[in-house]
Each structure stands twice: as C-alpha cells, then as structure tokens.
C-alpha cells in the first residue's frame, strides 16, 4: 500500500514539475515558432519521455544509477526552468508590445481626428469670411458712388510657419516600441537555444544511462548481472 501511495505521490510531483511546464512550453512554441512548432513540440515531448525513465525506472536500479538519474534529472530540470521563465518573460513583452501598439494606434486616430476637427474649424471660418464679404457687397452696392467704402478690411493670408521641434531639457525621449514580431524575432535565437539544450541534454543522458544501466530489482545492493542465476 506504501508502494502505491508513494507511486502516486511521485506522478503528482512529476505532473507539477515536469509535466505542466513542458505544456506551457509546447503551447508558448506556437506563437514562437509557428512553421516549427510541432518538430519543437515533439523535442519536448523527447524530454518529458527521458525525465519520466530516469524518475520511474531509478527506484529498480542500483545506487550508482540511481544517482546519476537524479543528477541528469536534476540538469534538465534546470534547464526547463529557464526555458520556461523565457517563454514567460517573452508572452509580458509581446503583450506589453500589443498594448503599445493599440495605445499608438489609438493615439493615432486622435491625432487624426484633431486634425479633422481643425480643418472643418477652418473651412467654417473661411465660410463665414465669405458670407459677410458678399453681404458687405451688396450693402455697397445699395449705396451711392461716392459712400460705398468697405468697412471690413481685406483677410490677409496667414504666413506658413514651419512648427519647430523643440526639446525641453526635462523632457525624455522613449525609444519607439517594438511591435510584437519584432518582440518575438529578439527572443528568437535564446528560445532556439535552449530548445535544442533542452533536448540534447535528455537524448545524451539518455543515450549514456542506456550503456551503464545496472538493474538491482531485489534491492539488495547488489547488480542483478553480477549475482549468481536463482534455480
């Protein structure tokens, strides 16, 4: 019954662990890699198979074995921790670039509609200015020869100033904000990186605990190679 009980607290640890993790990984790869993601999903699919041998097939090994299971669990462990704390600092980038972007984009349709805003205030000025120059004219033409004076002065043209660009000392200027994609293709190569370590890592353990596996099923301390054949 201990066994069980001990067995069960081992797939439970395994899930939180190992498990969970790879998911969020498997799910992150998607949006990272997305014309690889499955042969990046199958990597780490390498690994949770590899973690699973060295957690379950260790306790039927010998104590050298056995520690070696724990130290090559232990490294790819480590290794999926900072897989998966930069698959989670890069999903804060990309939603921070997104939020950036919908900000800009925003501020952009402001930014327009100001200017709309402007040019519909000056097209009424310029029909206002028209309407009391032709009422002024037919008030003049009422008039006789010799009275007909305008009281309103001709509009001068505005001069076209060129707004200038003035920065204040206190002023700090933000860099621009990178888009999404342009987030995604910066952590590229890191994701890569410890894809591939992640990987590596679990075939090459894998690979050398296949040359040195010792078993010990009886739990006596001893290979079961090296002990005589039971009759």
Known sequence: MSAVRYGWRKLILFCFIVLLPAIVVGISNFGVFPDSAWAA??????TVGVAAIFTW???????????????ADLIIA??????LGAHWLLAREVSSARQ?????HAEEDREEKRRA????????????????????????RMLPPEERRSSIAAPKPLPHVQPLKLIDAGVVIRAPRLTPEQVRESW???????????????????AILAGIWEWDRDHDGVADHLQPPKV
């Not at 950036?100 to 800009?104: D, Y």
């Open 41 to 46: 999903t199958l990597m780490l699919v390498v």
């Open 117 to 140: 805003d402007e040019t519909d205030r000056q097209l009424a000025i310029k029909k206002a200015e028209l309407d009391l120059q032709r009422e002024e004219r037919r008030r003049l």
């Open 188 to 206: 590229w190569w890191r994701l890569t990186a410890l894809a591939f370590a992640e990987c590596f890592a679990s075939v090459l353990a894998g």
């Open 78 to 83: 480590v290794i999926l921790c900072f897989n």
């Open 57 to 71: 097939q260790s306790g039927n090994a010998t104590a050298k074995i056995t520690r070696y299971c724990i130290v």
């Open 100 to 104: 950036g972007l919908e900000e800009r």
